[in-house]
C-alpha cells in the first residue's frame, strides 16, 4: 500500500494500517446518458484503491437547483448516494472523484467556475468517518448536505442510522428540511448538485 493514499488527514492516524473509514459520495447527473453516467460512476467508486463499495441507493430524478432556486426548465439530474469503505485520505478520496468526473466528461474544477451548473458527473464528498476538515480545497461534512433532500433521501435509505458529525441525524435532518419545505421556509433545494 502506498502511504501516500493513506496520509494528509488531519483527523485520521498517519500509518499503513489505518482501518477503513465509511464515506458517502453523492452522485448526480443531468446531461447525456444520466442513467449510464451515475451506473458507470458508482462502479468505479467500487475500483478505486483502498475502497470497496458498500452499497448505492436507487437513484431519483430531481428538479435542477439552480443559483435562483429550483430550475423545472433545465434538464433534470439523476441522483444518488454511494456508500463506500475506504483506507484512502479525504482529500486524495477526493481527487479520485474529480478524476472520475473528468473522464465522464466534466471540465476540471476553478475557482471562477459557476457554481450550479449543467453537468455529465457531479461526485461530492459528503462525509468520511468522523472526519472534519476546513481547508481551501476540501470541506467536511460537505457545508450543504443537510439542505439537500436528494442527498439526505438517498443516504437515509441506505443507512437508516446514518449522521452527519456536527449536524446530527439524517433522518432528523430530512423531516426538518421536509417540514420547512411544506412550510414555504427554509432553502429550496428539491434537486440539483450538492
Known amino acids: 500500500m502506498s502511504r501516500r493514499l493513506a496520509q494528509d488527514s488531519p483527523s485520521l492516524p498517519d500509518d499503513d494500517q489505518r482501518p477503513a473509514q465509511r464515506a458517502v459520495v453523492a452522485v448526480g447527473a443531468n446531461l447525456g446518458d444520466r442513467a449510464d453516467t451515475v451506473a458507470r460512476a458508482v462502479a468505479e467508486l467500487d475500483g478505486l484503491p483502498l475502497t470497496r463499495l458498500v452499497r448505492a441507493a436507487e437513484p431519483l430524478e430531481t428538479v435542477a437547483l439552480t443559483l435562483d432556486g429550483p430550475d423545472a426548465e433545465a434538464p433534470a439530474y439523476l441522483n444518488t448516494v454511494a456508500l463506500v469503505d475506504t483506507r484512502l485520505a479525504p482529500s486524495v478520496l477526493l481527487a479520485y472523484l474529480h478524476a472520475i468526473e473528468q473522464r465522464h466528461g466534466r471540465a476540471p474544477r476553478t475557482a471562477d467556475q459557476p457554481r450550479w451548473q449543467d453537468r455529465t458527473l457531479d461526485l461530492d464528498l459528503i462525509v468520511h468517518g468522523d472526519a472534519v476538515i476546513d481547508t481551501p480545497t476540501l470541506v467536511l461534512p460537505h457545508p450543504r448536505a443537510a439542505e439537500r433532500d436528494f442527498v439526505l433521501g438517498p443516504w437515509l435509505a441506505v443507512d437508516p ?6 449536524r446530527g441525524r439524517v ?24
Not at 442510522?161 to 456536527?166: Q, S, T
Not at 433522518?171 to 450538492?194: F, V
Open 161 to 166: 442510522d446514518a449522521a452527519i458529525p456536527g
Open 171 to 194: 433522518d432528523a435532518l430530512l423531516a426538518a428540511l421536509s417540514d420547512a419545505h411544506a412550510s414555504g421556509a427554509g432553502p429550496g433545494a428539491p434537486g440539483g448538485a450538492p
